[in-house]
């Protein structure tokens, strides 16, 4: 068995890991102690990432080639593929010009990849229309930086949180997207009883569960309650004058602004009150404070004025490069910072240089030997796809990344899709929803297969190494993206990209930032070998920096840093009497983005086991709902069926539907089908996080429910084929030794014969031979359970389904039939003597269900005991402050 140190491919965390590896398969998987962004810890998710590696049946493994729109994809040669590719975007470019065609790639690619296809687009063929998904999560904040800092370098570090008198999070649950890192803030807090938490966010999540005060503020109200606080240390004398004398411009103006932001007036528009602001202000300028934000500040049509507004109080009480004291964004994706180093953005050059600036574009087209770089911006993400939808551009390549889930208004998006000329899809997982709109689907190498380096939160650079050979014929990406480019333009393209290793590429990516902010011509992949470091390392330095702008001194024109002045703006879409519920948009504990990986595990559905959309309690009474019903979620730009339950988090007005489900998972385009492209007029970011919507009760008695242990890949895949032909459906995955598929779908009405018969023949259970059987034809109900070797295999429930919870926890377990052969056809919401269900599934590291957990508070149990007898909450810690919230509900009902 070998051990090889890599790093986890989720959030921008950026946690060390050791892959262990036998036979050229990935067996297990473990935080790395000596890496300093976790110290050994993962979360869920990554501690998961050997059995998302096992799901070899859920990935990409060959080029496939479609001959026209009409045609199914046939396996094909890499040199076919790329010789095709090539030739399509020659023609392309040919006829219509460079700027036809398009890339589209995401925070998922190591920098090395990111920096060939920047190159690709920009300096071979003479296009900006390279844009990331990193759009969608990040922009904003990069702006916010470079309006007020000067340059898009997060000035602080993890370390920070220890050093933290305030933690100050706004528009994150940290606790959920970046655990690891509340991790450290638990511990912090444990260290220092006195550090104080503020979160200012519109659900009481589990991280606002954990604050000393809960800013619980109305949707896209973030500036004028940062307002509010700056005109309390206004008029308390809270500020730091000399700081701002000495190392500002702009206060002056700002500061008349921000006088009319009064906490009483703000206290009305933001829902919160005014005590509550002034109590936020005096903490946030006592300091030392550390402010963590993520995509409640970026995903908004004013992003740039929200993440600017929360920088205007550091600097004006001069809490910037001291211990403990920075804006720290989060990074929303594992190496979304590593894609801007390289300018991997339609605005953005190398090394954090401006498009716009022609002396920027003279060096780089310098540095890559080409004679220029297009002066024109690219297109961006919304802007990119509405270009493919116009017909302006004809090509687009889209690598890592899933926009026909992700991006907002996805009925745009698929139409965009579905209009293209030819869309390539390099992708490592083959059942995303983007990949059913390839023309050519190119496989490639992914976590844990490839090598090269990324960039956290905290500007920690890591090298990512292969434990694994990739399967079937996928590559790495940045070797994919060099091929193509030597194929697209012979001679030109073998001059300017010679690559043989991702080390070559990282090599030339460092000279490119010589002399600049972020100067890593002191790294090479033998000293990120020893250790992950932090830039900027120019040559001769003995360390990184981990803070930044420590002497006063910003990367501005005149060395000082910026106060950015905008008013506040409402969200894009305020609701009204047609739309009255705000929807906002999030991630679940346990799954990431588009669950193109993590849906492929099915413990990770253990937490939460379906979409759901969640509501407040009164809300619900009002339109005569009740957990579990479901109901029509609709927007301007589409509509989706859902569940619906109740839920404390959710203040009046409001509704939760979680990020990652899409069209993989349920009936029609997911929830983006609900949320709008409007963007930020500066970072070009849309407003993912709230649309306007309005919510009733869907009328589709007749339930039906198919369950079947397999594997969970090719049964999703499967299922997937049935989900656009119900008015509701879900198909998810559960289980922990064994895999599970629940697919759940509604109608009006019986099913008609044919299709029965055509979902009985897919799943297997048309066998009578193996299948039990009982049917009311009058009543419409009619169960089958298959049996095999005496184990439950699986069942199908039509018209009633109230077995159907421990019905498949049983199948998940590989119960034996005998014992329970009686009950398995029964109307029977509860299962025969000896054989209930574990229950809610709150620690997923070592399946620690909800009923054990209430049963040891019952007898007295605090977390320090829970922690001991049932062990939960000692491995990731994911699950803590969900400990924490149970002991004090079932204290409180006692």
């Known amino acids: 068995m070998s051990v090889v140190s890599s790093v986890c491919c989720y959030c921008g965390t950026g946690c060390g890991v050791l892959i262990e590896a036998d036979y050229g398969k990935i067996t297990g998987v473990r935080g790395d102690p000596a890496h300093p962004a976790n110290h050994g810890k993962l979360c869920t998710k990554g501690a998961t990432l050997a059995l998302s590696a096992a799901a070899s049946s859920g990935r990409a493994l060959h080029p496939e080639l479609r001959a026209d729109k009409a045609s199914p994809r046939q396996r094909v040669s890499w040199d076919a593929a790329l010789d095709h590719a090539a030739e399509k975007f020659r023609a392309v470019i040919r006829e219509h010009g460079p700027d036809a065609v398009a890339f589209y790639i995401s925070g998922q690619l190591t920098t090395e990849a990111y920096y060939v296809f920047n190159?690709?687009?920009?300096?071979?063929?003479?296009?900006?229309?390279?844009?990331?998904?990193?759009?969608?999560?990040?922009?904003?904040?990069?702006?916010?930086?470079?309006?007020?800092?000067?340059?898009?370098?997060?000035?602080?570090?993890?370390?920070?949180?220890?050093?933290?008198?305030?933690?100050?999070?706004?528009?994150?649950?940290?606790?959920?997207?970046?655990?690891?890192?509340?991790?450290?803030?638990?511990?912090?807090?444990?260290?220092?009883?006195d550090l104080k938490l503020i979160v200012v966010d519109p659900r009481r999540t589990d991280t606002a569960n954990e604050a000393d005060l809960h800013l619980a503020i109305l949707p896209g109200t973030d500036v004028a309650l940062f307002h509010a606080m700056l005109n309390v240390m206004l008029w308390e004398e809270l500020i730091d004058r000399d700081a701002i004398a000495a190392h500002t411009e702009g206060w002056e103006k700002l500061r008349e602004t921000v006088r009319e932001y009064t906490p009483e007036k703000v206290a009305t528009l933001c829902g919160v009150a005014a005590a509550d602001i002034v109590q936020a202000a005096r903490w946030f300028a006592k300091g030392p404070t550390l402010s963590l934000y993520c995509q409640g500040l970026n995903q908004s049509s004013c992003g740039v004025d929200k993440n600017a507004a929360l920088i205007n109080l550091h600097l004006a009480t001069g809490q910037i490069g001291k211990p403990g004291a920075s804006p720290?964004?989060?990074?929303?994706?594992?190496?979304?910072?590593?894609?801007?180093?390289?300018?991997?953005?339609?605005?953005?050059?190398?090394?954090?240089?401006?498009?716009?600036?022609?002396?920027?574009?003279?060096?780089?087209?310098?540095?890559?030997?080409?004679?220029?770089?297009?002066?024109?911006?690219?297109k961006t993400a919304v802007e990119m796809f509405e270009a493919v939808k116009s017909g302006e551009i004809k090509a687009i390549w889209i690598a890592s990344t899933n926009p026909a889930q992700s991006m907002p208004h996805q009925a745009l998006i698929h139409e965009a899709l579905q209009t293209a000329e030819f869309v390539v899809v390099q992708e490592a997982f083959a059942d995303t929803e983007t990949v059913q709109f390839a023309d050519l689907l190119l496989p490639a190498s992914s976590w844990g297969e490839t090598d090269g380096t990324m960039t956290n939160s905290e500007r920690r650079i890591s090298r990512?190494?292969?434990?694994?050979?990739?399967?079937?014929?996928?590559?790495?990406?940045?070797?994919?993206?060099?091929?193509?480019?030597?194929?697209?333009?012979?001679?030109?393209?073998?001059?300017?990209?010679?690559?043989?290793?991702?080390?070559?590429?990282?090599?030339?990516?460092?000279?490119?930032?010589?002399?600049?902010?972020?100067?890593?011509?002191?790294?090479?992949?033998?000293?990120?070998?020893?250790?992950?470091?932090?830039?900027?390392?120019?040559?001769?330095?003995?360390?990184?920096?981990?803070?930044?702008?420590?002497?006063?001194?910003?990367?501005?024109?005149?060395?000082?840093?910026?106060?950015?002045?905008?008013?506040?703006?409402?969200?894009?879409?305020?609701?009204?009497?047609?739309?009255?519920?705000?929807?906002?948009?999030?991630?679940?504990?346990?799954?990431?983005?588009?669950?193109?990986?993590?849906?492929?595990?099915?413990?990770?559905?253990?937490?939460?086991?379906?979409?759901?959309?969640?509501?407040?309690?009164?809300?619900?009474?009002?339109?005569?709902?009740?957990?579990?019903?479901?109901?029509?979620?609709?927007?301007?730009?589409?509509?989706?069926?859902?569940?619906?339950?109740?839920?404390?988090?959710?203040?009046?007005?409001?509704?939760?539907?979680?990020?990652?489900?899409?069209?993989?998972?349920?009936?029609?385009?997911?929830?983006?089908?609900?949320?709008?492209?409007?963007?930020?007029?500066?970072?070009?970011?849309?407003?993912?996080?709230?649309?306007?919507?309005?919510?009733?009760?869907?009328?589709?008695?007749?339930?039906?429910?198919?369950?079947?242990?397999?594997?969970?890949?090719?049964?999703?895949?499967?299922?997937?084929?049935?989900?656009?032909?119900?008015?509701?459906?879900?198909?998810?995955?559960?289980?922990?030794?064994?895999?599970?598929?629940?697919?759940?779908?509604?109608?009006?009405?019986?099913?008609?014969?044919?299709?029965?018969?055509?979902?009985?023949?897919?799943?297997?259970?048309?066998?009578?031979?193996?299948?039990?059987?009982?049917?009311?034809?009058?009543?419409?109900?009619?169960?089958?359970?298959?049996?095999?070797?005496?184990?439950?295999?699986?069942?199908?429930?039509?018209?009633?389904?109230?077995?159907?919870?421990?019905?498949?926890?049983?199948i998940a377990e590989g119960a034996s039939a005998v014992e329970v052969r009686s009950w398995l056809l029964a109307p029977v919401e509860q299962p025969p003597a000896g054989k209930a269900g574990r229950g809610h599934i709150v620690c997923n590291c070592l399946n620690v269900a909800e009923p054990d957990i209430v049963a040891a508070i019952a007898a007295g149990a605090d977390l320090a005991a829970l922690q001991t007898t049932l062990k939960c909450g000692t491995e990731c810690g994911s699950c803590v402050p969900e400990l924490k919230r149970l002991i004090a509900s079932n204290r409180a009902a006692a």
């Open 119 to 193: 190159k690709l687009a920009k300096g071979l063929i003479g296009t900006n229309n390279v844009d990331t998904n990193s759009r969608l999560c990040m922009s904003s904040a990069v702006a916010g930086y470079k309006a007020t800092l000067g340059a898009d370098a997060p000035p602080g570090c993890y370390e920070d949180i220890d050093h933290a008198g305030t933690i100050f999070i706004a528009g994150s649950n940290t606790a959920y997207a970046h655990p690891i890192l509340f991790r450290r803030i638990e511990a912090a807090r444990q260290a220092n009883p």
């Open 328 to 378: 720290l964004s989060l990074t929303g994706q594992p190496n979304a910072m590593g894609g801007r180093e390289v300018g991997g953005m339609a605005n953005l050059l190398s090394a954090h240089r401006d498009l716009a600036n022609p002396e920027h574009r003279a060096e780089v087209a310098r540095l890559w030997g080409v004679d220029s770089v297009p002066e024109q911006p690219g």
């Open 464 to 810: 990512v190494r292969a434990a694994v050979p990739p399967p079937g014929e996928a590559r790495a990406d940045w070797a994919i993206a060099t091929e193509f480019a030597r194929r697209l333009l012979p001679e030109q393209g073998v001059r300017l990209f010679p690559y043989e290793s991702a080390e070559a590429v990282f090599n030339e990516h460092r000279e490119t930032t010589r002399g600049r902010d972020l100067d890593i011509t002191g790294l090479s992949y033998a000293m990120l070998d020893a250790g992950p470091q932090q830039w900027p390392f120019p040559a001769g330095a003995p360390l990184g920096k981990p803070r930044l702008c420590t002497d006063g001194v910003f990367p501005t024109e005149s060395g000082r840093a910026r106060f950015y002045d905008a008013p506040y703006r409402p969200v894009a879409e305020p609701i009204d009497a047609r739309y009255p519920l705000h929807l906002n948009t999030g991630r679940l504990r346990d799954q990431w983005h588009g669950m193109s990986r993590t849906g492929l595990v099915a413990r990770l559905f253990a937490h939460v086991e379906e979409p759901l959309l969640s509501m407040n309690g009164k809300d619900m009474e009002r339109r005569q709902l009740h957990d579990g019903d479901l109901v029509r979620v609709k927007s301007r730009r589409g509509s989706l069926v859902i569940k619906v339950q109740a839920s404390e988090e959710m203040r009046g007005g409001q509704g939760f539907i979680p990020m990652h489900w899409g069209g993989r998972f349920m009936t029609g385009m997911g929830v983006n089908t609900l949320t709008l492209d409007t963007f930020d007029p500066v970072s070009r970011q849309p407003e993912l996080k709230h649309a306007a919507v309005q919510v009733e009760k869907a009328i589709l008695p007749y339930r039906r429910a198919i369950m079947r242990r397999g594997d969970g890949a090719a049964l999703l895949r499967l299922a997937q084929s049935f989900l656009g032909r119900f008015d509701y459906a879900t198909a998810v995955l559960t289980g922990r030794d064994n895999t599970v598929l629940v697919f759940q779908a509604a109608s009006v009405g019986p099913l008609p014969e044919s299709l029965v018969q055509e979902m009985d023949a897919a799943f297997g259970l048309d066998d009578p031979l193996l299948t039990m059987s009982y049917q009311d034809a009058r009543r419409g109900i009619w169960k089958k359970v298959r049996v095999e070797g005496g184990v439950i295999a699986g069942a199908r429930l039509s018209g009633e389904t109230a077995a159907r919870d421990w019905l498949k926890n049983l």
